[in-house]
């Protein structure tokens, strides 16, 4: 049969989740940020469903592999929670029945012969270092962050050899700080600069004890997850130019340099001394920054920005906000996938591809989300109980056919993961948008493979569509 698209060898066809997403709370001793969240206010979550019970991955772990290896895939990535993990955050003393869990796992995962890749960090800092420290304000907690990566590294890194740092560490900086959309809900521009800076040096000393450590040297490799939101400009006048330039710096740019480059990006730097809210930092601090690159990329992809110069004075109320260089534009006639409230360009994976040829060494990098969340896929359901998500399949098709494009330019990507694989748990919006392959009946828990399950095991066998 001849493809259309044919992707390089060995690539990888897989998903990703996430340990507070997927695994619930069941034995498991301390809250995250999330399940304080939660208790506290259940009523901010979609149909008040929280993090108890997620898609049951804790008990039903064996189950959820077996499908996942149903569908094809050959590589999952999904992240341990620091909160199961340790039982004490200071002295990064192991829980022995998390350890065992995650072991169990991994071995499970290898054993279906599909490939772990493990993340550190998503959104799930434990609440009682938010009250002791301030979470991600503290260098504090960048330190103990590393003495909890250093004891996933001892446990599990003979078997892991693709690991990442943080995913969407952008999102914290902005629904913590800025945007209210994540708990504490602050909005404090200065405190989100320096949470933006402390994520940054939290991931470069991790890597730093990655390598100090020698996992690098047994074929281990360490990446971030970002979530690129590529920016463009209502037009090409200065103003507007400038505006989107200001939203790439500040959402992407601000974690892509420093990741890959080892520095910030200078007009940024600018900006934040001029307007008196650059983080605090050292020089020392700056180094390991410098000296402590990423060896691969995971893109999260889902729509881009658009941005257009301020229009209305910028309100000084909040104080300092990055809100201050431009505003959203809502570009007329743009697609949407209206469930979400955001905008379908997959041309984006293309321009996302050449950027990383051109601007970032080419680095070796992968799709590592991307997805539609559709709600009430219910009334999708065809007389033999399956869903037919037709709108995913052609979504995936879509945004292929653009990777591909880039890939056949010189771009050096490696594989590409959806988001997810089985319907799970999303913050506050709980299971409000389904994005899985696999369809979760939440009151049974039931698992049911949708048609574009089927679609992605033959996109894996063929390498391509």
Same mark, same amino acid.
């Given at each position: $049969?001849? *493809?259309?698209?044919?992707?390089?060898?060995?690539?990888?066809? =897989?998903? /990703?989740?996430?340990?507070?997403?997927?695994?619930?709370?069941? &034995?498991?001793?301390?809250?995250?940020?999330?399940?304080?969240?939660?208790?506290?206010?259940?009523?901010?979550?979609?149909?008040?469903?929280?993090?108890?019970?997620?898609?049951?991955?804790? &008990?039903?772990?064996?189950?959820?592999?077996? *499908?996942?290896?149903?569908?094809?895939?050959?590589?999952?990535?999904?992240?341990?929670?620091?909160?199961?993990?340790? %039982?004490?955050?200071?002295? =990064?003393?192991? !829980?022995?029945?998390?350890?065992?869990?995650?072991?169990?796992?991994?071995?499970?995962?290898?054993?279906?012969?599909?490939?772990?890749?493990?993340? *550190?960090?998503?959104?799930?800092?434990?609440?009682?270092?938010?009250?002791?420290?301030?979470?991600?304000?503290?260098?504090?907690?960048?330190?103990?962050?590393?003495?909890?990566?250093?004891?996933?590294?001892? *446990?599990?890194?003979?078997?892991?050899?693709?690991? /990442?740092?943080? &995913?969407?560490?952008?999102?914290?900086?902005?629904?913590?700080?800025?945007?209210?959309?994540?708990?504490? %809900?602050?909005?404090?521009?200065?405190?989100?600069?320096?949470?933006?800076?402390?994520?940054?040096?939290?991931?470069?000393?991790?890597?730093?004890?990655?390598?100090?450590?020698?996992? !690098?040297?047994?074929?281990?490799?360490?990446?971030?997850?970002?979530?690129?939101?590529?920016?463009?400009?209502?037009?090409?006048?200065?103003?507007?130019?400038?505006?989107?330039?200001?939203?790439?710096?500040?959402? &992407?740019?601000?974690?892509? !340099?420093?990741?890959?480059?080892?520095?910030?990006?200078?007009?940024?730097?600018?900006?934040?001394?001029?307007?008196?809210?650059?983080?605090?930092?050292?020089?020392?601090?700056?180094?390991?920054?410098?000296?402590?690159?990423?060896?691969?990329?995971?893109?999260?992809?889902?729509?881009?920005?658009?941005?257009?110069?301020?229009?209305?004075?910028?309100?000084?109320?909040?104080?300092? $906000?990055?809100?201050?260089?431009?505003?959203?534009?809502?570009?007329?006639?743009?697609? $949407?996938?209206?469930?979400?409230?955001?905008?379908?360009?997959?041309?984006?994976?293309?321009?996302?591809?050449?950027?990383?040829?051109?601007?970032?060494?080419?680095?070796?990098?992968?799709?590592?989300?991307?997805?539609?969340?559709?709600?009430?896929?219910?009334?999708?359901?065809?007389?033999?109980?399956?869903?037919?998500?037709?709108?995913?399949?052609?979504?995936?098709?879509?945004?292929?056919?653009?990777?591909?494009?880039?890939?056949?330019?010189?771009?050096?990507?490696?594989?590409?993961?959806?988001?997810?694989?089985?319907?799970?748990?999303?913050?506050?919006?709980?299971?409000?948008?389904?994005?899985?392959?696999?369809?979760?009946?939440?009151?049974?828990?039931?698992?049911?493979?949708?048609?574009?399950?089927?679609?992605?095991?033959?996109?894996?066998?063929?390498?391509?569509?």
């Amino acid at each position: $049969m001849s *493809l259309k698209y044919k992707f390089p060898e060995n690539f990888w066809w =897989g998903s /990703a989740t996430s340990g507070p997403q997927s695994e619930g709370r069941f &034995n498991k001793k301390h809250r995250s940020v999330f399940d304080y969240w939660f208790d506290i206010e259940p009523q901010a979550f979609f149909n008040g469903v929280g993090p108890n019970v997620a898609s049951n991955f804790y &008990n039903s772990y064996k189950e959820d592999v077996k *499908l996942i290896k149903e569908i094809g895939l050959n590589s999952l990535r999904t992240s341990i929670q620091w909160t199961r993990l340790i %039982k004490d955050f200071e002295t =990064g003393e192991v !829980d022995e029945d998390a350890a065992k869990f995650y072991n169990n796992v991994i071995n499970e995962f290898i054993d279906q012969g599909i490939l772990p890749v493990i993340n *550190l960090h998503h959104f799930d800092l434990p609440v009682e270092l938010y009250e002791k420290y301030g979470g991600w304000e503290s260098k504090k907690v960048v330190d103990l962050f590393v003495i909890f990566a250093k004891k996933c590294f001892e *446990l599990f890194g003979d078997r892991v050899k693709y690991w /990442a740092t943080f &995913n969407e560490p952008m999102v914290v900086v902005e629904g913590e700080y800025l945007y209210k959309f994540h708990y504490p %809900k602050l909005v404090d521009g200065k405190k989100a600069v320096q949470v933006l800076y402390n994520l940054n040096l939290a991931s470069a000393k991790v890597i730093k004890e990655f390598k100090e450590l020698g996992y !690098d040297k047994n074929g281990g490799k360490i990446g971030i997850i970002l979530n690129l939101t590529p920016s463009y400009p209502r037009s090409q006048e200065e103003k507007d130019v400038n505006a989107a330039k200001f939203v790439e710096d500040f959402f &992407n740019n601000s974690f892509l !340099d420093p990741a890959i480059k080892g520095k910030f990006p200078e007009n940024l730097v600018e900006i934040l001394n001029k307007d008196n809210v650059i983080w605090e930092s050292t020089e020392e601090e700056m180094e390991i920054i410098r000296n402590n690159t990423i060896d691969f990329l995971g893109v999260n992809y889902y729509q881009p920005r658009r941005a257009k110069a301020k229009e209305e004075k910028f309100d000084e109320s909040n104080g300092w $906000m990055p809100d201050k260089y431009f505003d959203n534009y809502e570009m007329p006639g743009r697609r $949407m996938n209206t469930y979400r409230g955001w905008e379908i360009y997959p041309q984006c994976m293309y321009d996302i591809a050449i950027n990383v040829r051109d601007n970032y060494n080419n680095i070796p990098w992968y799709i590592s989300e991307n997805g539609m969340g559709v709600e009430g896929e219910e009334k999708y359901i065809n007389d033999d109980g399956v869903i037919e998500d037709n709108y995913r399949i052609e979504f995936y098709e879509e945004h292929l056919s653009y990777l591909h494009k880039g890939i056949s330019e010189g771009s050096n990507c490696f594989g590409y993961h959806t988001w997810t694989p089985i319907d799970c748990w999303s913050w506050s919006n709980a299971y409000k948008n389904r994005y899985g392959f696999i369809a979760v009946d939440l009151p049974t828990q039931i698992k049911t493979i949708k048609k574009s399950g089927r679609w992605i095991k033959e996109v894996a066998k063929n390498n391509g569509f």
